[in-house]
Each structure stands twice: as C-alpha cells, then as structure tokens.
C-alpha cells in the first residue's frame, strides 16, 4: 500500500514567494494533519482535518499559512508570502478512527524541506 | 496543560546491549494514550509502540517495550538487543483520548547512536 505522498521533497524559495506543499494521504485515512519540525521548536501542530474539515488550527502560526483539503486525497498547505523564519521540515501525516490497538496512530510522509532564503 | 518531557538529548549504547529512553508525561487526563516514534537520519518518523493509560501490561513490539509507571507518570522505551539501524531520533508523544481528539503533545527527542 502507498504511504502518506508529499510534494515537493526540497524547496528553496526568495522571501516573499508564495509556497504550496501538498499531501496525499493514505487511502481510507479520515484524519489528515500537518507538522512543522525545527531544531529549536521540535515537532509543532499547525492544523489536523477530519473527513476534510480543518478541527484545530490553532498551532497555524499567522495569516500567512493557510491549509485546504478539498477532497479525501489531498490537501496543500500555503505560505504567502514566505520568511526565513518559515524554514523547516514541513510534514503531512495521515490516520483512521479505529476501534482498540493505538486507535489512530500517525503515519508520516517523508516530509519537505523547506528553506527560505 | 499537557506536557512530555525528554530529559536525555543524546544517548549512546553498544551494539546488541539494552537501552532505556526516558520519557516524563504531564496530564490531568484520566484517559490517554502514549507514543514512540523513530526519526532515521532519512527524515521520515515511524510509530514504534502506544500504551494506553488504562492497558493492564505494559506493551511491547518485538525489540521495543514500554516501561509504563503511571504513578510517576512515565512511559520509558526500552530496546533490546540494540542494532546499528537503531541509530536515531526517538520521539515520545501523547494524546488525550476523550472524544475524536487526535491531537498529538510531542517531546523534543533523543538521539541515540548505537556503537559497533
């Protein structure tokens, strides 16, 4: 079975150009979410679906990201205009409401690294 | 506010010896579930193990066991055997289980390397 897809692997932007990462989950996965990973913050949550709609984007960190999904199979995350500060390892993941067991563990794409310069 | 707490930045074992990873958890949460994941130099994470804070026996997954102590609120990883592909990032993470929530609190990490 395909794991969770992310586009594009690497990016490496001017600041103050726009970013699009996007995600294909696992299919019959009903929860999708997106992380960012920096040395400093560690692992952060910007924003989870279910049955795409977003639930939590309380960790989105300002106006200049936004994240959709418009259907069961995809989802992008956006950040207009983009700042060095935005550099990071962006990652999707994806997970299922399940009955017993870890009920939902996640599981990653392999990430996109992202610099802004 | 939930909190997880990894207090060893870096960790060394030798090959084919048991490790301990050490994880601290803070909640007010009666019912919730625990997390190991595994960042390879490669970048991807991979689920390892969960307990869940109601789970009679601590879990294990083949060379990876939880060492639960709910009254000192830990959840401690333990790999046996230690393996040169255990050479990581280690990530202990939890989650309130009350209702659909699925957000995840995720410590700051470990990283072990395993000596040949």
């Known amino acids: 079975d395909a794991g969770v897809i992310q586009s594009p692997r690497h990016e490496v932007t001017e600041m103050g150009q726009e970013v699009t990462l996007r995600c294909k989950p696992i299919s019959g996965h009903d929860y999708l979410f997106w992380y960012r990973q920096t040395m400093m913050r560690g692992l952060e949550l910007l924003i989870y679906f279910n049955n795409n709609v977003p639930i939590d984007d309380s960790g989105m960190p300002e106006d200049r990201f936004s994240a959709k999904m418009p259907n069961a199979s995809f989802s992008t995350l956006k950040i207009q205009p983009s700042e060095p500060r935005d550099s990071a390892v962006y990652f999707c993941?994806?997970?299922?409401?399940?009955?017993?067991?870890?009920?939902?563990?996640?599981?990653f794409g392999e990430g996109s690294r992202l610099t802004v310069l | 506010a939930q909190k997880i707490t990894q207090t060893q930045p870096g960790m060394f074992v030798q090959e084919k010896e048991a490790v301990t990873l050490d994880c601290t958890y803070d909640?007010?949460?009666?019912?919730?579930?625990l997390f190991w994941y595994k960042q390879p130099s490669s970048g991807e994470m991979i689920f390892l193990i969960y307990q869940g804070s109601y789970d009679q026996q601590n879990a294990t997954e083949g060379r990876y066991s939880l060492n639960f102590q709910k009254a000192r609120k830990s959840a401690n990883l333990v790999i046996s055997a230690s393996q040169l592909g255990d050479s990581a990032m280690y990530f202990c993470a939890m989650r309130d289980n009350a209702g659909n929530n699925r957000k995840l609190i995720w410590g700051l990490g470990t990283s072990l390397a395993v000596n040949p």
């Open positions: 993941a994806s997970s299922r409401l399940g009955t017993g067991g870890p009920a939902g563990e996640l599981f």
């Open positions: 909640t007010s949460d009666p019912s919730y579930g």
